[in-house]
Structures are given as C-alpha cells and as structure tokens.
C-alpha cells in the first residue's frame, strides 16, 4: 500500500522526469508521462492534448527550437489517486527578435493536475503559471527596440516571452495565469475540486 510519502516522492520524480526527457527529446519516454486518455497541456504557445504537444515540441526541436525548463521547490497535495502537484520552475527560451539574438527567461510554476494510472503517477492537465519574466539580449553590443503596442498584449508574468513567440510566428495565448489575480484563483478553485473527486481536471479549454 503507498504511503503519501512515497506519494510525494514519485510525484515529484514525474515532473523531474518531464523536464529532462523534454528538453532532451526523449520523445518516447516522455510520453509515458501523461494520462494515456486525458493528458492535456497548455503553454502560452500551445493548448491541446498531450500527443499533439509531444508531436509539435518533437517538431520545433528537431528544427533547432531553443526551450529549457528549469525546475525549484516542489509540493503535492494528494488525495487517494489523485494530487495536484506544484513546482516553482523556469522557462528559457533562445532566438532572435528583429535580427537579434536574444535570451528569455520566464519564472512560475508547474500546476499540475495528476492521477494514478495502473499504478503509476500520470499528468492528467499541466497548467503553468507564468509570473514574471525577462529578455536579455546575448550580444551586449547589440540594440533592440521593442513594439510597446505589442509588448502590452500580454499579461505581465509572460510579456517578453509572448512577445517573442509571437515574433517567432506563434499565436500566444492572452489571460493565462500570473502571480495574483482571478484566473489564478479560479486554477486552485479547479485544483481543489479535482481533489475531491470532480469528473474532469476543471476546463483547461
């Protein structure tokens, strides 16, 4: 019989997982991570089921896209075969924006909506949240200037890494959780429910 503490300890082994295989492209163990009915993933560049994102992200690696996670403190409420797991952690992402190579470096947190699955701890819903960020540019002698009008499409907590995905060519998705705020709550509000046996992970859509 699993305890929580064991619990605890392989959930946190499933996010680690996720954000090694991930950035290595170890597409094939990567995708025993998620639910095999459910999985879902939302970023601000991507909102679907698990196997598109896998097909996608395998994509955008394979043509040299530059995303790495990075991971800090971990908890896990778990109830039964269900938890909801939270990891502070950070996005970077390398390209360049009007010519100039650039470095963006976003910080928040994995929220991830989890369930046991013959055995094992899948991700059923990862829902980052994104709560604030930076862009620095690599070379110090280069110069950019930055689309104010754009820049302030996007909530704070991902301003310069919406900006430059969008540059990049992908539609960013606007109102996605931050620091404080409505949407957040409405996140744990889902998480709690989740916990206490709600049918679906809230409405990831």
């Given at each position: 019989m699993p305890t929580i503490e064991t619990d605890k300890r392989e959930l946190r082994q499933l996010v680690e997982d996720w954000a090694l295989w991930r950035d290595a492209g170890d597409w094939e163990r990567f995708a025993t991570l998620w639910h095999p009915d459910d999985g879902w993933m939302t970023a601000t560049w991507f909102q679907g089921p698990a196997r598109d994102f896998i097909a996608i992200s395998r994509e955008?690696?394979?043509?040299?896209?530059?995303?790495l996670h990075f991971l800090g403190g971990h908890t896990a409420d778990v109830v039964g075969d269900r938890a909801i797991a939270q990891t502070k952690?950070?996005?970077n992402q390398r390209a360049e924006v009007d010519g100039?190579?650039?470095d963006i470096v976003c910080t928040g947190r994995f929220y991830d909506f989890c369930a046991r699955?013959?055995?094992?701890?899948k991700i059923v819903r990862r829902q980052p949240i994104y709560e604030k960020d930076r862009l620095d540019v690599v070379d110090p002698s280069a110069t950019?200037?930055?689309?104010p009008q754009l820049l302030g499409r996007f909530p704070v907590g991902y301003r310069h890494l919406g900006y430059l995905q969008?540059?990049?060519?992908?539609?960013v998705k606007t109102g996605l959780p931050g620091l404080t705020g409505e949407v957040l709550q409405r996140l744990c509000e889902e998480g709690a429910k989740w916990l206490a046996g709600s049918r679906t992970p809230g409405d990831p859509h």
């Open positions: 955008g690696f394979d043509n040299g896209v530059s995303i952690m950070s996005i100039v190579e650039v699955h013959e055995g094992a701890w950019l200037s930055l689309d969008t540059k990049a060519g992908f539609t």
